[in-house]
């Protein structure tokens, strides 16, 4: 099953260009901070995947972690209104970045993977991520937002961050010596990922920013 890893890429990249090609949407937005986050993530992948896959370094999965969890929480607080939920982001921020300190002095990080500080700033990010979707529903003008890119980001990392802690617990405490169940939960979480940066391309085609949206309707 080698050739997934291949079409993962494919995605990953893909939302990466798509966002490139559609910048001029949102360049003058903190959603132009998705941009480097997208390429970062696809380059590392291919790097981790492909050039580096002999050698397993642990260090870039650990640098990964911290910079993409902690970049989709700062981003999607630039992306809130109100401020009691704002507030809630800040707290969520630096929980995460406790996280991943405590982890970084308690475990080695060049053979050590940070699961815990993974798994727990993967339900920051759900969460996050819901208080933003929470503002969009609140929003009188919900038909038009549905055009947001960054909906469309929120969708698609959400499908990604709710399966995963599943795919993790069951990688950990589910399989075993079964090739089955192994091959089984690396496909669902390829179809996780597809999904997830397929949104992401398809909403910097299909959306606009939301504040030229506002202007819109205003």
């Known amino acids: 099953m080698d050739y997934l890893i291949y079409i993962v890429l494919l995605f990953e990249f893909a939302a990466a260009i798509s966002a490139t090609v559609y910048y001029k949407k949102y360049k003058s937005t903190p959603l132009k901070w998705m941009l480097p986050l997208l390429w970062y993530i696809a ?77 727990l700033s993967t339900i920051l990010i759900i969460i996050a991520l819901t208080l933003y979707l929470v503002e969009q529903l609140r929003s009188n003008k919900i038909v038009r937002y549905t055009r947001d890119i960054f909906l469309w980001v929120s969708i698609g990392f959400l499908i990604f961050h709710i399966s995963y802690p599943v795919i993790m617990f069951s990688r950990y405490f589910l399989v075993t010596d079964s090739v089955f169940l192994y091959e089984a939960i690396f496909l669902i979480q390829f179809i996780a990922v597809i999904a997830c940066y397929g949104t992401i391309a398809f909403g910097f085609y299909r959306g606009v920013h939301s504040a030229t949206l506002i202007r819109r309707i205003l």
């Not at 999965?61 to 911290?66: I, M, P």
């Open 43 to 119: 380059i590392n992948e291919f790097a981790c995947h492909i050039l580096l896959a002999p050698y397993r370094f642990e260090i870039l999965y650990n640098f990964y972690e911290v910079i993409v969890c902690l970049g989709l929480l700062i981003i999607t607080r630039l992306h809130l209104s109100h401020h009691i939920r704002i507030a809630i982001a800040n707290v969520l921020i630096v929980i995460s970045a406790i996280a991943f300190t405590i982890t970084a002095i308690t475990q080695d990080p060049f053979k050590d993977w940070p699961v815990f500080s993974f798994t």
